[in-house]
T-cell receptor, first 110, second 115 residues
Framework: KNEVEQSPQNLTAQEGEFITINCSYS?????LHWLQQHPGGGIVSLFM???GKKKHGRLIATINIQEKHSSLHITASHPRDSAVYIC????????????FGKGTHLIIQP | NAGVTQTPKFQVLKTGQSMTLQCAQD?????MYWYRQDPGMGLRLIYY???????DKGEVPNGYNVSRLNKREFSLRLESAAPSQTSVYFC??????????????FGNGTRLTVT
């Protein structure tokens, strides 16, 4: 089973700061997902990536397949970015569903 | 745009009772999933269905059964509820089996308490 580690577990920052959340996994994969869970509990998919970098607005996700590591960056952070950010990778490395990290609880203070 | 619809939103059961959590998606997705989320544990995959007519165990299948009734619907059944099954349950779907290049769409969750 793929083991997923996220860091940090909790992060509090000031509005405007550059945020980095890290995700490492143990078994080689074809793609990785980043998701956001709102304070109300709803979960939305942010990115799927298999190589390089993807950008959507102020969010940037990168992945290094060889090092089994991905990062999620938030530029010019805002209080509305406060949420839990979760990375997910294949359960056993192939196409068999996803296993999730425990999440990074991010709070952006005004 | 309904997306993924889960029912019920809340449920309280006594130990030993049974219940079925319903999930339906209107996006013509092939793959559907059931997850549970517990404090400090993250989301854990219970069962998944890669396509209509198939189901497979995930990380924590014990105590649960599933049915892929048709392409739209994927239900999760607790035959004899136990306090350890107190959790928030999420249904999700994707066009193709994750981790394919298709996003996951989640329902709003069902908060289940077993006393």
């Amino acid at each position: 089973k793929n083991e997923v580690e996220q860091s940090p577990q909790n992060l509090t920052a000031q509005e405007g700061e550059f945020i980095t959340i890290n995700c490492s996994y143990s078994v080689g994969i074809s793609a990785l997902h980043w998701l956001q869970q709102h304070p109300g509990g709803g979960i939305v998919s942010l990115f799927m990536l298999s190589s390089g970098k993807k950008k959507h607005g102020r969010l940037i996700a990168t992945i290094n397949i060889q090092e089994k590591h991905s990062s999620l960056h938030i530029t010019a952070s805002h209080p509305r970015d406060s949420a839990v950010y979760i990375c997910a990778v294949p359960l056993r490395g192939g196409a068999d569903g996803l296993t999730f990290g425990k999440g990074t609880h991010l709070i952006i203070q005004p | 745009n309904a997306g993924v619809t889960q029912t019920p939103k809340f449920q309280v059961l006594k130990t030993g009772q049974s219940m079925t959590l319903q999930c339906a998606q209107d996006m013509n997705h092939n793959s559907m999933y059931w997850y549970r989320q517990d404090p400090g544990m993250g989301l854990r995959l219970i069962y998944y269905s890669a396509s209509e007519g198939t189901t497979d165990k995930g990380e924590v299948p014990n105590g649960y059964n599933v049915s892929r009734l048709n392409k739209r619907e994927f239900s999760l059944r607790l035959e004899s509820a136990a306090p350890s099954q107190t959790s928030v349950y999420f249904c999700a779907s994707s066009a193709f089996l994750a981790p394919s290049n298709s996003p996951l769409h989640f329902g709003n969750g069902t908060r289940l308490t077993v006393t």
